[in-house]
């Protein structure tokens, strides 16, 4: 016959003899700690005799942690070996957050602040169509006797490339065709040159066949000078100042039209 303590389970702390002392009062059962799970936290109690922990135990009875423990988070490989303790937890997805855009109108916006801004528009449109100035072209320049043909192509078309000789006037004269188009009112008709001194030069001359001074209906900005009003209609530059209004206006909104010269 074997005795009490050889059948006891290894992690069974009970005690084998009588729970009752000899002044004949109840003996309490003593506190017994489980042993400490493998990289873990401290042990749940559990209270002498017979009473088990609802937390399954992270040990086997040799005190080798379980593959697949739950307490430790370990989780069994198919060879039978236990993934590293302590992995980092996946990260949480990010929220998606949605941009105001920039162009919207403001959710407070009145109807009479509408109303306002709508009338000033149209009091602006209306006053830089009263500042297209009277429009005349040299007889004796090629591109003045085909100027109903340009006209109606760059009217009917979104590109158009224009090829001639050199002095036939079509640096000066395709800015005025625009402008009798009714360009240049609701944006500005932008004009490249490839050199600060032909921009300025090219103003000037514009400025002179239409009868106005250079910075009101034909002005220019090149490097260091702007020259350039409220109501200016043509705008000589350079490209490397279309280029860099780029970063600030991709759509390149304040223009209505754009020549290119010695593209």
């Not at 059948?7 to 002392?21: C, N």
């Not at 050199?195 to 260091?224: M, N, Q, S």
């Amino acid at each position: 016959m074997s005795s009490p303590t050889a059948d006891a389970r290894p992690h069974d702390a009970r005690p084998t003899g009588s729970t009752t002392p000899g002044d004949g009062s109840p003996r309490r059962a003593p506190h017994v700690s489980e042993p400490t799970p493998q990289g873990g936290g401290p042990a749940r109690r559990r209270r002498g005799g017979r009473g088990r922990s609802s937390r399954p135990t992270s040990q086997a009875a040799s005190g080798v942690p379980a593959a697949g423990d739950p307490i430790t988070g370990d989780a069994a490989s198919p060879g039978g070996a236990a993934s590293p303790a302590g992995a980092a937890p996946l990260p949480r997805p990010a929220r998606r957050r949605t941009a105001a855009r920039r162009d919207a109108p403001p959710r407070n916006a009145s109807p009479r602040a509408a109303t306002a801004r709508w009338t000033h528009d149209e009091a602006r449109l209306a006053a830089r169509r009263a500042a297209v100035p009277r429009i005349t072209y040299p007889p004796a320049l090629p591109v003045s006797a085909r100027r109903d043909d340009i006209a109606a192509a760059i009217r009917d078309h979104q590109v158009v490339v224009v090829a001639g000789e050199t002095g036939s006037g079509k640096t000066t004269q395709i800015p005025k065709i625009c402008l009798e188009l009714g360009r240049g009112v609701a944006g500005m008709i932008g004009h490249t040159q490839p050199r600060r001194l032909a921009a300025r030069t090219v103003a000037d001359r514009i400025a002179e066949e239409l009868g106005t001074e250079p910075g009101e209906a034909v002005g220019y900005k090149v490097r260091f000078t702007d020259r350039v009003g409220e109501d200016t209609l043509v705008k000589l530059m350079t490209d490397g100042i279309l280029l860099a209004e780029l970063t600030g206006d991709r759509m390149l909104r304040q223009y209505d039209t754009l020549i290119v010269d010695e593209a």
